[in-house]
C-alpha cells in the first residue's frame, strides 16, 4: 500500500461509501461512542484547554529544532546499542529493511499496527520478496486476511466492519465456526497467531514517539500484541516517522496522557512498551539485534511549508471521529491513508496537489476538528488554505473557474448583482443539470420570490408589505 | 439615543427569503434601532473564498468593505453567523494592504450577528412573540464553533411564549450544507442533511429554527423532499410571531 488507497475517482469512492449501510452504521455508532468516552476522559482530567496548549507547544517546540532532538536521538539510540537509519523516501526505508531480512535469512515476520509501514507500502515489498508478514492488531489482521482490505481509520483501521461482518471474514478464511461474540473472535485469532509470534524470525512495529533524551521508542497498544512482537523475535525493526519525537520523558507524559484520551477515551492505553536498545545481559526478553528506521518521505517538505503545524498531529485520530463527512463515508471515501481532516490538511502536502488536492472537498468547513484536536493543529484553516491554494494554481476545472469567475464579477459589482437577483426568480426554469442536479437528488429548491429583500425595503411606507 | 444599524441582509435572504430579512428590520425597528438599509451591498464573498476562490472574491470583499463603511452608523447587523465570520475575516484578505486591513478591522470589530447584537449589545429581551408547539434548534457551526455565539440565540428562543425546545441526537454536528460543497458532493452533503433531519423528526420536533439561511434552506430541501410536517423558521421569524 501507500498513502493512495484506491484506484477510483472521488465522486464514484464517495457513491460506494454511501451505498454502504454497514459501514455507515459501524462508523456512526463508534464515533458516537468513542466522542462520548474522549469527552467524558477530558471531563475527568479538567482543563482541556490548557492540556492541549500545552501538549501542542511540546509539538511545536520539537518541529521548531527538529534536526537538533533527532540527532540527539539517533547518537543516544546507537549509545543504546541500536542500529539507526535515515531513510530519505519510501524505497530507501523498505530497501533497507528488506536487506536486514534477507541477510539474515528471515522467513517469517510479525507486524503491530503501523501507519507508516503502510504508507511506505511495506508488506507488499516483503511478501513479493517471499517473506510471510503477519498483522497481529486484530483489526489489522481482519483486513489481512479480508483480501488486503484496507483501513478505514489510522487508529481503528477495522472501523467500518461490523462484528458480523467479522464472524463472516474468519470463517471463510479462517474456518471460524463460533459466534460473533467478540471475546470468542479474539481467542481464536489470538490461538492462530501464537505459533506466528513464535516461529517469527523478526518483529515490525512502528512507533508512536521516540524520546530524544534516551534514544527510546515507546509504543502504546491495548491488545498485547505490540508487547509479543518486541519480545519474542531476534530482529526488530522500527519504522517511525521523522517527527514522531518528544524531547524528555516529562514531555512524553503529557502527549500520551492526551493521545489515549482523544484515540480511545482512555487514561492510559493498556500496554505501553518502551524500548532502549536491544537485549542486554540481564534481560529476559526483547531483540538481540534492534533496527530503526526514520522515515521522511515528504516530512521535510511539509516542514518547510506554511502547513509545518500538521507535523504536531500525534495520530490520535480523534478529528476523523469528530468529523460528519467521515462518519459517513469512513476513511475509505478519501481514498488516502490518512482520512479526514488530518488527511485533508496533511496529504496534499506531504505527496502533492496533483494527486490530491482534490480531497480537499470532503469538507464543509464545520470547524469541528480544530476544536477536538488535542495539540492545536489548525485544520480548518489549513483546508481553507489548501483550496486557496488548489484555486489559485488553476487544478480545478474549467467549468467551476468559469462559474466562480462570474459569480465573483456579479457580487463585485453592485449593478450586475441588481440585474442576476431580479433574474433569479425564473430559475426555476433552469434545467436540472450540474450544480443544480446535485442539489435537488435528495433536495427540493426553494422557490425565489418575486419581490428581493431590498425591493420591499425601498418600497417601505409607500407600498407596504411583503408579498 | 437610538442606536444606529447598517443591516447587511445576506444574498440570501434578500434573494430568496425577502421575509427573514424583512422580519430582520422589524424586530430591530421594535427594539428601538434605527435601520438603514445601503442598496450598493451584494454579498459577503463567502462562497467564493471557501472554495479557494480569493481572486474572485477579492472584488465583492472590498465592495461591501466600503458600502458597509459608507453609512455613518455605529453598527452593521446580519442575520447570518456565517456571513458575519466571513466579514470579520477580511483582514485576512488584504496581507498587502494594510490600509485596506484597517479599514477591514474597523468593518470587523462593528459587525454582529443578529442575536449576538440583541442579547450582548443592545443586553435586550424581545416581549411578545409567541409561537405554540416543539422546536428544535439547529446551532449552524459558524455561528456556535466559529463565532463563539452559543447562548444568545437559545436565550431569546426561550422567552418565546408556547416554545418548547427540544434536544436532538447530533445537535451540534454540520448540517452538511457548507456552500459550495453542497452542490460539488452533493450527495455526501444531502447524506449529512438527511441524518441530521431524521434526528430532528425523532425528537417530535413541530418547528426547526435556525439562524443562518444556508443551513435552513439545505434542511428545508429534504424536509420538503420527504414531506415531513416540520416548518422551518428562521429566529427572527419567530421572534416577530405573535
Redesign the interface.
Known amino acids: 500500500m501507500s498513502i493512495k488507497t484506491s484506484p477510483l475517482p472521488l465522486?464514484e469512492r464517495?457513491?460506494k461509501e454511501?451505498a454502504n449501510p454497514v459501514m455507515r452504521t459501524a462508523i456512526?455508532n463508534a464515533q458516537d461512542l468513542l466522542n462520548a468516552k474522549r469527552d467524558a476522559a477530558f471531563a475527568e482530567l479538567g482543563d482541556f484547554a490548557k492540556w492541549r496548549e500545552t501538549a501542542g507547544a511540546i509539538r511545536s517546540h520539537v518541529l521548531e529544532n527538529l534536526d537538533f532532538y533527532l540527532s540527539r536521538f539517533a547518537e543516544r539510540a546507537a549509545a543504546a546499542g541500536a542500529h539507526v537509519y535515515f531513510a530519505g523516501d519510501a524505497a530507501a526505508a523498505t530497501a533497507y529493511g528488506l536487506q536486514i531480512l534477507r541477510d539474515k535469512k528471515a522467513a517469517k515476520a510479525v507486524k503491530s499496527k503501523s501507519m507508516v509501514t503502510e504508507e511506505i507500502g511495506l508488506n507488499r515489498l516483503l511478501e513479493e520478496a517471499g517473506l510471510e508478514v503477519v498483522e497481529t492488531d486484530l483489526g489489522e489482521y481482519l483486513l489481512q486476511i479480508d483480501d488486503l482490505d484496507k483501513p478505514s481509520h489510522i487508529v481503528v483501521p477495522a472501523l467500518h466492519k461490523d462484528r458480523e461482518r467479522f464472524r463472516e471474514v474468519l470463517a471463510a478464511k479462517k474456518g471460524y465456526t463460533g459466534d460473533s461474540v467478540p471475546e470468542n473472535l479474539t481467542r481464536f485469532v489470538r490461538q492462530l497467531i501464537r505459533k506466528d509470534f513464535l516461529e517469527a524470525d523478526v518483529g515490525i512495529t512502528g512507533c508512536n514517539f521516540a524520546v530524544a533524551e534516551t534514544g527510546t521508542v515507546t509504543l502504546v497498544t491495548n491488545e498485547g500484541n505490540g508487547r509479543f512482537v518486541t519480545t519474542a523475535p531476534k530482529i526488530q525493526l522500527v519504522f517511525m516517522g521523522m517527527e514522531r519525537l518528544v524531547p524528555t520523558f516529562a514531555e512524553l507524559d503529557i502527549i500520551f496522557s492526551v493521545l489515549a484520551r482523544s484515540a480511545v477515551g482512555a487514561k492510559l492505553t493498556s500496554y505501553m512498551s518502551l524500548i532502549t536498545g536491544p537485549r542486554g545481559p540481564q534481560d529476559a526478553d526483547g531483540p538481540e539485534e534492534l533496527h530503526i528506521i526514520i522515515v521522511d518521505n515528504g516530512r521535510s517538505r511539509v516542514l518547510a511549508s506554511e502547513f509545518r503545524e500538521v507535523l504536531r498531529c500525534i495520530r490520535c485520530g480523534t478529528c476523523m471521529l469528530e468529523c460528519?463527512?467521515y462518519?459517513?463515508?469512513s476513511g475509505h471515501?478519501y481514498g488516502t491513508l490518512y482520512p479526514g481532516p488530518l488527511g485533508l490538511a496533511l496529504v496534499p502536502v506531504l505527496a502533492g496537489y496533483e494527486d490530491y488536492g482534490e480531497i480537499t472537498?470532503?469538507?464543509?468547513?464545520?470547524?469541528?476538528c480544530s476544536?477536538v484536536c488535542p495539540v492545536e493543529v489548525p485544520l480548518?484553516e489549513f483546508i481553507?488554505e489548501?483550496?486557496?491554494?488548489?484555486?489559485?494554481e488553476q487544478r480545478?476545472g474549467a467549468g467551476?473557474n468559469f462559474l466562480?469567475?462570474l459569480?465573483?464579477?456579479?457580487?463585485?459589482?453592485?449593478k450586475l448583482?441588481g440585474m442576476a437577483?431580479r433574474l433569479?426568480r425564473f430559475s426555476a426554469l433552469a434545467p436540472r443539470a450540474g450544480?443544480?442536479?446535485?442539489?435537488t437528488?435528495?433536495?427540493?429548491?426553494?422557490a425565489?420570490?418575486k419581490?428581493?429583500?431590498?425591493?420591499?425595503?425601498?418600497a417601505r411606507g409607500k407600498k407596504g408589505n411583503?408579498p | 439615543m437610538s442606536p444606529r444599524v447598517s443591516f447587511f441582509?445576506t444574498?440570501l435572504?434578500?434573494?430568496?427569503?425577502?421575509?427573514i430579512?424583512?422580519d430582520a428590520?422589524r424586530l430591530l425597528e421594535k427594539l428601538g434601532c434605527r435601520v438603514t438599509?445601503n442598496?450598493?451591498?451584494?454579498?459577503c464573498?463567502q462562497?467564493?473564498a471557501?472554495?479557494?476562490?480569493?481572486?474572485?472574491?477579492?472584488?465583492?470583499i472590498?465592495?461591501q468593505l466600503e458600502?458597509l463603511l459608507t453609512d455613518p452608523t455605529d453598527y452593521v447587523v446580519c442575520p447570518s453567523g456565517s456571513c458575519v465570520l466571513q466579514i470579520k475575516e477580511y483582514p485576512k484578505f488584504f496581507k498587502n494592504r494594510p490600509d485596506l486591513q484597517d479599514k477591514a478591522r474597523q468593518l470587523g470589530d462593528k459587525t454582529y450577528e443578529l442575536t449576538d447584537f440583541i442579547v450582548n449589545v443592545l443586553g435586550r429581551t424581545v416581549p411578545g412573540a409567541r409561537l405554540d408547539g416543539r422546536a428544535a434548534y439547529h446551532p449552524s457551526?459558524?455561528l456556535t464553533?466559529?463565532l463563539g455565539v452559543t447562548k444568545p440565540p437559545l436565550a431569546l428562543l426561550e422567552q418565546v411564549a408556547g416554545l418548547e425546545l427540544v434536544d436532538f441526537k447530533g445537535q451540534d454536528?454540520?448540517c452538511?450544507?457548507?456552500?459550495?460543497?453542497?452542490?460539488?458532493?452533493?450527495?455526501?452533503?444531502?447524506?449529512?442533511?438527511?441524518?441530521k433531519v431524521e434526528n430532528i423528526r425523532a425528537a417530535g420536533a413541530h418547528y426547526l429554527i435556525g439562524a443562518d439561511a444556508g443551513c435552513l434552506?439545505?434542511l428545508?430541501?429534504?424536509i420538503?423532499?420527504k414531506r415531513y410536517p416540520i416548518t422551518v423558521l428562521h429566529i427572527a421569524q419567530v421572534l416577530m410571531a405573535d
Not at chain 1, 435 to 439: D, V
Not at chain 2, 39 to 43: G, L, V
Open positions: 465522486k464517495l457513491r454511501l456512526a460528519p463527512a462518519r459517513h463515508i471515501g472537498k470532503i469538507c464543509s468547513l464545520c470547524g469541528a476544536q480548518y481553507f489548501h483550496r486557496r491554494i488548489i484555486a489559485e480545478l467551476e466562480m469567475g459569480y465573483g464579477a456579479v457580487i463585485g459589482n453592485s448583482y437577483t433569479a450544480p443544480l442536479a446535485q442539489w437528488a435528495a433536495r427540493e429548491l426553494p425565489i420570490p419581490t428581493r429583500f431590498r425591493d420591499w425595503f425601498a411583503l | 441582509a444574498c435572504a434578500d434573494t430568496v427569503f425577502p421575509h430579512a424583512a428590520v438599509f442598496p450598493r451591498q451584494t454579498c464573498g462562497p467564493l471557501n472554495a479557494g476562490f480569493h481572486a474572485e472574491a477579492a472584488a465583492a472590498r465592495l458600502v457551526c459558524h464553533r466559529l454536528k454540520c452538511g450544507f457548507g456552500g459550495t460543497f453542497a452542490v460539488k458532493l452533493g450527495a455526501l452533503s444531502s447524506a449529512m442533511a438527511v441524518e434552506m439545505n428545508q430541501g429534504i420538503r423532499r
